[in-house]
């Protein structure tokens, strides 16, 4: 399975952007999914991810209710809508699949470990 992840640009405070998460060569409706950024000079965390059935959504305290996963099967896509952005979540985003036959289906992953297949990253920039 390769990831395609797109969406990002410049936006300004209090904007919104919408990510997407597309999958080649295979499907995400065995994999558990998860979106990370990273920021400059920080680490790679976890902002949000969803079980592989689909049940269980994980958010990273710092979204506080303005990011959403969401997937469409039948696009074999993965979407992050982001809204209300602020300057601290300038970053780049990636995508990221558990493919792993091993995968409980009801967990949501949050730790970058957990994934095997991630995306090229897409940047956020929010800025006046």
């Known amino acids: 399975v390769q ?15 919408s990510l997407s998460c597309v999958a080649s060569g295979g499907t995400f409706s065995n994999a558990a999914i998860g979106w990370f950024r990273q920021a400059p000079g920080k680490e790679r965390e976890v902002v ?11 958010y990273a305290v710092f979204v506080k209710g303005r990011f959403t996963i969401s997937r469409d099967i039948a696009k074999n896509t993965v979407y992050l809508q982001m809204t209300s952005l602020q300057s601290e979540d300038t970053a780049v985003y990636y995508c990221a699949a558990r493919v792993s036959p091993v995968t409980t289906s009801w967990f949501a992953y949050k730790n970058q470990d957990d994934y095997d297949t991630w995306g090229q990253g897409t940047q956020v920039t929010v800025s006046s």
């Open 3 to 17: 990831l395609q992840a797109s969406g990002g640009g410049l936006v300004q405070p209090g904007g919104s952007l």
């Open 48 to 58: 949000a991810s969803t079980s592989r059935s689909g049940d269980t959504t994980y």
